[in-house]
């Protein structure tokens, strides 16, 4: 029996090169050393060391930044 794929093209799975996964996390990552420096006031390389060591739990992440502003 033949597969049959949904009619809305939106459904289907989307499938990413390399290059845009890389991209997509470095925007990801951007956005959220924004997000660290504005709620927690550390600056862009200490947001970005915490996002390297932590990952990209924002709870984790939120609570380390605080620690490091104290």
Known sequence: M???YPKHPESLPVI??????AERVKA?????????MR???ITEAQALDLIELIG???????????LLKK
């Open 39 to 41: 709620e927690a006031g």
């Open 56 to 66: 990209n739990d924002t709870n984790s992440l939120l609570r380390e930044a605080r």
């Open 28 to 36: 990801e990552k951007g956005f959220q050393a924004r997000f660290l």
């Open 16 to 21: 990413e090169s390399a290059q845009q996964r």
């Open 2 to 4: 033949p597969r049959r």
